[in-house]
């Protein structure tokens, strides 16, 4: 039985040892150190506003990644959390609110929808599952577009104030304060998700996403901890979105709710590498990357043009590696490490 | 003494019926096998067993306590873990990783599981492919990560389901001392089983299904004599 097999299974895919914990340690520090210089060596306003948006949609992708990365519960109704995050914020800061108090607020809240809306949709499974989220997300769109206190189609507009950091509010000529706190929140976003992948909760919601039935045969409780990735992706996601809302001082359905937010959440996640920490802000830098430069190269929104990229990228990803952008360079690095 | 106890089980699914007043025991230590053609309702009973499934009428009792339509968690906490038929092992993990997953149960603590998994790993001879992702294994080696993952849960019954078909001889015979090593271990085994000549030798007593219901028990040198059972395989004498 042993020699065989195992020549069969090593055709399949190469021992791969799980990186050691120092150098998984070395390498995280190694990349906030890199994204700590970024605004440092790229010094103009474009490169700030690209980072700035790359983080912000970074942080909502990795909320994304959470449950649909690792769990395997694929939601297309993201913006919610976002649009849940940015309208609070707008909501309390447009009534003399500190802006952290009350981005620290949304998290909570978006927490409780989550569960709300969790409760009845994680009976569902696969597409059924994601169908649902587009479901809600549609629906909550209508109703805030429709409620006056929350501006209707026009939007909330937020009151601009003397820059500073209590205010969350700085200088449009240099936006490096900008870049640092979403740096930071990012930070504190890495701790939280990592801290939750790395014991129980990880090992439990891989296996959810693998095989749910064999999961719960094995004494995972399924709905529960379907439940916690869910909250924790929803308040990771809420918080960009409260972060966004301080940024662009302006919130409407479209921009904080609409269905192609949500697409670009799960887009970034799988085009950098769904399942994959790092996967979500790569593929949010790429995006807004894209994005950008279109828009300067075609002038004006700039949107068809990137917009089809997008559709080249995720074409080319599914074709050539669907592991994202990160499992990429893996194979690559491991490729190149064979051939002496 | 028992330690499950089957007692007047139904399962109907719409107009069919699954499984129709099935009645039978376990006992503590013992190796019992569940035989009858495809389409017989082992794995029905299977799954009512393990909490995956509830009857529709009927009760089930584990270890002197009533459990009827309990969940696959609360069978897994008081000791009762099964395999799949068709293999279902957690493919983007480590066979490590499996086996943590299943250890989590009884030991919340990363590095306890990871204990439990490694002990378990070197019981199935599982080390060897231990930091191989599972979704890779061959269909022999998945067989031997369900087995494991059953027994890393901790289990005092095992449930097996075919987990002998389509082994070559020899593999057949390895997994055939794994089920020996663990009745040595204490553990009982209710297996539902093909392959007559290894489920003979095996076990201490049979169970035999057909349309669902039950149509004979005994020693296996009982069941394999009693003519209705030879009538269900062979079919009736002309």
Same mark, same amino acid.
């Not at chain 1, 700035?52 to 519960?73: C, K, S």
């Not at chain 2, 089957?6 to 376990?26: E, K, P, Y």
């Given at each position: 039985?042993?020699?065989?097999?195992?020549?069969?299974?090593?055709?399949?895919?190469?021992?791969?040892?799980?990186?050691?914990?120092?150098?998984?340690?070395?390498?995280?520090?190694?990349?906030?150190?890199?994204?700590?210089?970024?605004?440092?060596?790229?010094?103009?306003?474009?490169?700030?506003?690209?980072?700035?948006?790359?983080?912000?949609?970074?942080?909502?992708?990795?909320?994304?990644?959470?449950?649909?990365?690792?769990?395997?519960?694929?939601?297309?109704?993201?913006?919610?959390?976002?649009?849940?995050?940015?309208?609070?914020?707008?909501?309390?800061?447009?009534?003399?609110?500190?802006?952290?108090?009350?981005? #620290?607020?949304?998290?909570?809240?978006?927490?409780?929808?989550?569960?709300?809306?969790?409760?009845?949709?994680?009976?569902?499974?696969?597409?059924?599952?994601?169908?649902?989220?587009?479901?809600?997300?549609?629906?909550? %769109?209508?109703?805030?577009?429709?409620?006056?206190?929350?501006?209707?189609?026009?939007?909330?507009?937020?009151?601009?104030?003397?820059?500073?950091?209590?205010?969350?509010?700085?200088?449009?000529?240099?936006?490096?304060?900008?870049?640092?706190?979403?740096?930071?929140?990012?930070?504190?976003?890495?701790?939280?998700?990592?801290?939750?992948?790395?014991?129980?909760?990880?090992?439990?919601?891989?296996?959810?996403?693998?095989?749910?039935?064999?999961?719960?045969?094995?004494?995972?409780?399924?709905?529960?901890?379907?439940?916690?990735?869910?909250?924790?992706?929803?308040?990771?996601?809420?918080?960009?979105?409260?972060?966004?809302?301080?940024?662009?001082?302006?919130?409407?359905?479209?921009?904080?709710?609409?269905?192609?937010?949500?697409?670009?959440?799960?887009?970034?996640?799988?085009?950098?590498?769904?399942?994959?920490?790092?996967?979500?802000?790569?593929?949010?830098?790429?995006?807004?990357?894209?994005?950008?430069?279109?828009?300067?190269?075609?002038?004006?929104?700039?949107?068809?043009?990137?917009?089809?990229?997008?559709?080249?990228?995720?074409?080319?990803?599914?074709?050539?590696?669907?592991?994202?952008?990160?499992?990429?360079?893996?194979?690559?690095?491991?490729?190149?490490?064979?051939?002496? | 003494?028992?330690?499950?106890?089957?007692?007047? %089980?139904?399962?109907?699914?719409?107009?069919?019926?699954?499984?129709?007043?099935?009645?039978?025991?376990?006992?503590?230590?013992?190796?019992?096998?569940?035989?009858?053609?495809?389409? #017989?309702?082992?794995?029905?009973?299977?799954?009512?067993? #393990?909490?995956?499934?509830?009857?529709?009428?009927?009760?089930?009792?584990?270890?002197?306590?009533?459990?009827?339509?309990?969940?696959?968690?609360?069978?897994?906490?008081?000791?009762?873990?099964?395999?799949?038929?068709?293999?279902?092992?957690?493919?983007?993990?480590?066979?490590?990783?499996?086996?943590?997953?299943?250890?989590?149960?009884?030991?919340?603590?990363?590095?306890?599981?990871?204990?439990?998994?490694?002990?378990?790993?070197?019981?199935?001879?599982?080390?060897?492919?231990?930091?191989?992702?599972?979704?890779?294994?061959?269909?022999?080696?998945?067989?031997? %990560?369900?087995?494991?993952?059953?027994?890393?849960?901790?289990?005092?019954?095992?449930?097996?389901?075919?987990?002998?078909?389509?082994?070559?001889?020899?593999?057949?015979?390895?997994?055939?001392?794994?089920?020996?090593?663990?009745?040595?271990?204490?553990?009982?085994?209710?297996?539902?089983?093909?392959?007559?000549?290894?489920?003979?030798?095996?076990?201490?007593?049979?169970?035999?299904?057909?349309?669902?219901?039950?149509?004979?028990?005994?020693?296996?040198?009982?069941?394999?004599?009693?003519?209705?059972?030879?009538?269900?395989?062979?079919?009736?004498?002309?």
């Amino acid at each position: 039985m042993s020699v065989p097999v195992l020549e069969r299974l090593t055709r399949v895919g190469p021992p791969r040892p799980p990186p050691r914990r120092s150098t998984r340690w070395l390498a995280t520090a190694v990349v906030f150190a890199a994204l700590a210089a970024y605004p440092l060596v790229l010094g103009d306003s474009n490169a700030q506003d690209i980072g700035i948006q790359a983080l912000t949609f970074g942080i909502a992708a990795t909320g994304w990644n959470v449950l649909g990365g690792y769990t395997g519960q694929i939601s297309f109704g993201h913006a919610l959390y976002f649009g849940t995050g940015a309208y609070t914020t707008a909501m309390l800061v447009r009534h003399d609110w500190s802006p952290w108090l009350a981005i #620290a607020l949304s998290l909570p809240v978006a927490a409780t929808v989550a569960v709300v809306i969790g409760y009845p949709t994680f009976r569902l499974r696969h597409h059924y599952y994601s169908i649902a989220t587009i479901a809600v997300a549609e629906i909550v %769109l209508l109703l805030v577009t429709t409620t006056a206190a929350l501006g209707q189609a026009s939007g909330l507009e937020l009151p601009i104030k003397e820059p500073s950091l209590a205010n969350l509010q700085f200088s449009l000529q240099d936006k490096r304060p900008y870049y640092y706190v979403a740096l930071a929140l990012f930070g504190l976003v890495a701790l939280a998700v990592m801290v939750f992948l790395r014991g129980r909760a990880g090992c439990y919601v891989r296996a959810i996403r693998d095989d749910q039935v064999a999961a719960a045969a094995v004494g995972v409780p399924v709905q529960r901890y379907k439940m916690y990735a869910a909250v924790l992706s929803a308040v990771t996601t809420a918080l960009a979105g409260g972060f966004y809302v301080m940024f662009v001082l302006f919130i409407d359905p479209p921009s904080g709710l609409g269905l192609d937010l949500s697409v670009s959440f799960t887009l970034m996640a799988v085009l950098g590498g769904a399942g994959r920490f790092w996967g979500p802000l790569l593929g949010a830098w790429v995006l807004v990357g894209v994005q950008f430069l279109t828009r300067q190269q075609f002038s004006g929104s700039g949107r068809s043009v990137d917009l089809l990229l997008y559709g080249a990228l995720i074409i080319t990803i599914a074709v050539v590696e669907p592991g994202g952008i990160i499992a990429l360079i893996e194979r690559v690095r491991r490729r190149i490490r064979r051939s002496p | 003494m028992s330690l499950l106890r089957v007692d007047g %089980l139904s399962r109907r699914f719409g107009g069919l019926r699954a499984n129709q007043d099935i009645s039978f025991a376990v006992a503590e230590g013992s190796v019992v096998g569940l035989i009858g053609p495809n389409g #017989a309702g082992k794995s029905t009973l299977f799954a009512m067993i #393990a909490g995956a499934d509830r009857p529709t009428s009927g009760h089930l009792h584990f270890a002197g306590r009533e459990v009827t339509g309990w969940s696959a968690r609360e069978a897994v906490r008081a000791g009762v873990a099964r395999t799949f038929q068709l293999m279902r092992v957690f493919g983007s993990m480590s066979v490590l990783d499996n086996l943590v997953v299943a250890a989590h149960v009884r030991y919340p603590g990363r590095r306890a599981a990871t204990n439990r998994a490694e002990h378990v790993a070197r019981q199935l001879g599982l080390v060897e492919v231990a930091d191989l992702p599972a979704a890779g294994l061959t269909a022999v080696w998945k067989k031997r %990560l369900e087995m494991g993952r059953a027994l890393a849960t901790g289990p005092r019954l095992l449930l097996l389901d075919e987990v002998l078909s389509g082994l070559t001889p020899t593999e057949a015979n390895e997994a055939v001392e794994v089920v020996r090593g663990l009745r040595r271990d204490g553990i009982t085994v209710l297996m539902v089983e093909h392959v007559m000549e290894v489920i003979m030798p095996l076990c201490d007593r049979l169970v035999v299904l057909h349309h669902g219901e039950k149509l004979s028990e005994g020693t296996p040198a009982e069941v394999v004599s009693d003519p209705d059972v030879v009538e269900a395989y062979l079919g009736s004498p002309l």
